[in-house]
């Protein structure tokens, strides 16, 4: 898999290089296409504090006027520290590998997130950088409704 990285912004890319970072707009992108297998390989026992933990839940209860899904997500199985120097930045979301959406965290928060999916993709995947461990991923599918 090709996988492109914003400069700017830390952004995985998975369909190519994008002409310009669908998150910060910048036009910077680095390939490296072992970004996930480097962070396991350097820290495998982290992988339950990392890898995202997902919950789908088909039906809405908070938009039940509009087609959505809820994504919930919390870093990781084992929950991820949110300190002064390692956290977890962002948790990017995406639609059959397109993007929809980004959730920034700080120490302040929990390292969780819940996105209001509106598309009808098949799967969903779920990347979270650590300020220490670097990109971790999920990929989760949709079931049928
Ligand atoms: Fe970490």
């Known amino acids: 898999m ?3 990285i914003c400069k700017s912004c830390g952004h995985v890319a998975f ?28 820290s495998g026992e982290a992988s339950i504090k990392h890898i995202p933990a ?13 087609d959505c899904i ?6 990781g199985a084992t929950l991820h ?4 120097k390692h956290f977890i930045r962002f948790i990017d979301c995406y639609s059959d590998s397109v993007y929809v959406g980004r959730s920034y965290l700080s120490p ?3 390292p969780a997130a819940c996105f209001h999916l509106k598309t009808k993709g098949k799967s ?11 990109y971790w991923m999920t990929e989760e ?4 409704q």
Not at 56 to 66: A, K, L, W
Not at 81 to 84: C, D, G, L, R, V
Not at 124 to 134: D, M, R
Not at 141 to 144: C, D, F, L, R
């Open 2 to 4: 090709e996988l492109y």
């Open 15 to 42: 369909n190519g290089k994008p002409e310009q970072c669908p998150v910060c707009a910048a036009y910077i992108f680095e390939r490296n296409d072992a970004v996930f297998k480097e962070a396991a390989e350097k």
């Open 54 to 66: 997902v919950t789908v839940n088909t039906s809405c209860g908070f938009i039940p006027e509009n």
């Open 70 to 75: 809820d994504i919930l997500v919390r870093i």
């Open 81 to 84: 520290p949110m300190e002064e």
């Open 108 to 110: 302040g928060l929990n």
């Open 124 to 134: 969903v995947t779920l990347v979270e950088q650590c300020t220490i461990h670097g």
């Open 141 to 144: 599918m949709i079931p049928e």
